[in-house]
């Protein structure tokens, strides 16, 4: 009769569902798909320490073409990601004015880097054809 007694008690006793531990794993799948969104944006430069500006302006309604350039604060100079010479950076240039004639190049400057190298750079740009050059900046919070 122990048996029988037992088989009773489970069948008076309903089946629920928690609702706790569903939300949690809710939860869990709306920060994963959050944090993969962010990490989603495309970063075509290296990461520098932007100089601040109150002016700076978003260029994303442009569809222009663009390269990449980027000073980091020992001077050196990257093409989207990958670091160049004098040399590769005039044939990148040539190259990028033959494929776009109303491209434009992006120049992400360290703020720390000298004055004297990011206007090296930007010589070095004018000098092989390509007129229009934007700087990065971070934007600055208005008083």
């Known amino acids: ?32 798909f959050i944090y993969v969104t962010m990490s989603m944006v495309v970063q075509r430069g290296i990461f520098v320490n932007l100089a601040k500006a109150q002016t700076g302006e978003s260029l994303k309604e442009e569809k222009k073409e663009s390269l990449y350039l980027t000073v980091n604060q ?6 989207d990601k990958a670091p160049v010479s ?29 004055h004297e190298k990011v206007m090296g750079v930007l010589d070095f740009v004018r000098q092989n054809g390509i007129g229009e050059v934007v700087f990065t900046v971070e934007p600055e919070s208005k008083p």
């Open 74 to 79: 020992e001077g050196k100079v990257f093409a």
């Open 86 to 114: 004098e040399s590769e950076l005039l044939q990148r240039l040539r190259q990028f004015r033959q494929q776009h004639k109303d491209g434009m190049v992006v120049l992400n400057a360290d703020k720390g880097t000298t």
């Open 1 to 32: 009769m122990p048996y029988g007694r037992w088989r009773n008690k489970m069948n008076a006793q309903k089946a629920r569902v928690e609702m706790i531990p569903l939300m949690d794993c809710m939860f869990l799948l709306l920060c994963f």
